[in-house]
Antibody, heavy 121, light 111 residues
Framework: QITLKESGPTLVKPTQTLTLTCTFS??????????VGWIRQPPGKALEWLAL???????RYSPSLKSRLTITKDTSKNQVVLTMTNMDPVDTARYYC?????????????WGQGTLVTVSS | QSALTQPASVSGSPGQSITISCTGT?????????VSWYQHHPGKAPKLIIY???NRPSGVSNRFSGSKSGNTASLTISGLQAEDEADYYC???????????FGTGTEVTVL
């Protein structure tokens, strides 16, 4: 059974760096084709894809946020970490960790419950 | 395009069928068969219910079906049940710089 769980601060101040951790089980990020990513949803707005990291350490980022995002993995801990620099109130959102594979063809078959991050001074 | 367009809300009575539309462009929904749908009960993890336009993952009820015509994809829920009350999001691969595009979301209410 695949599960993903997000953790991190619920409140960050403007200009600070956000660090979110996704801890997963039921699969290995060292298995060929597997990827873990992040998606967010600001209140009342659409979902927005942020980043993806593949089993071979290939990384993909949303072009509009690429300069602020870093995604890394720790295969031994079954964790993926997303950092977002220079946080702004518009970054207030629920952040979801997601699982996919290269066989999935552009969909995400497992999601975490998400973690709400508020950016406010 | 920043998001695919969905109706904000759709409602129906138990047993009825409802359809949720997802309108994109010739650069996303209209160009690819990589349209997926997600069901989200608030407070829970979103769930993939349709992938590649009309395929259901194992374990998803056959009351959920998907289709596509031109730049618009659709999700139909037949035999509406109380447990279907949730938010639904479509998603499509896109030829733009961001490969994944999501819909604005539709709240389904079972009357």
């Amino acid at each position: 059974q695949i599960t993903l769980k997000e953790s991190g601060p619920t409140l960050v101040k403007p200009t600070q760096t956000l660090t979110l951790t996704c801890t997963f089980s039921g699969f290995s990020l060292s298995t060929s084709g597997v990827a873990v990513g992040w998606i967010r949803q600001p209140p009342g707005k659409a979902l927005e894809w942020l980043a993806l990291i593949y089993w071979d350490d290939d990384k993909r980022y949303s072009p509009s946020l690429k300069s602020r995002l870093t995604i890394t993995k720790d295969t031994s801990k079954n964790q993926v970490v997303l950092t977002m620099t220079n946080m702004d109130p518009v970054d207030t959102a629920r952040y979801y960790c997601v699982h996919t594979t290269t066989a999935q063809r552009y969909n995400f078959d497992y999601w975490g419950q998400g973690t709400l991050v508020t950016v406010s001074s | 395009q920043s998001a695919l367009t969905q109706p904000a809300s759709v409602s129906g009575s138990p047993g009825q069928s409802i359809t949720i539309s997802c309108t994109g462009t010739s650069g996303d929904v209209g160009a690819y068969t990589y349209v997926s749908w997600y069901q989200h009960h608030p407070g829970k993890a979103p769930k993939l219910i349709i992938y590649e336009v009309n395929n259901r993952p194992s374990g998803v009820s056959n009351r959920f079906s998907g289709s596509k015509s031109g730049n618009t994809a659709s999700l139909t829920i037949s035999g509406l049940q109380a447990e279907d009350e949730a938010d639904y999001y479509c998603s499509s691969y896109t030829s733009s710089s961001t490969p994944y595009l999501f819909g604005t979301g539709t709240e389904v209410t079972v009357l």
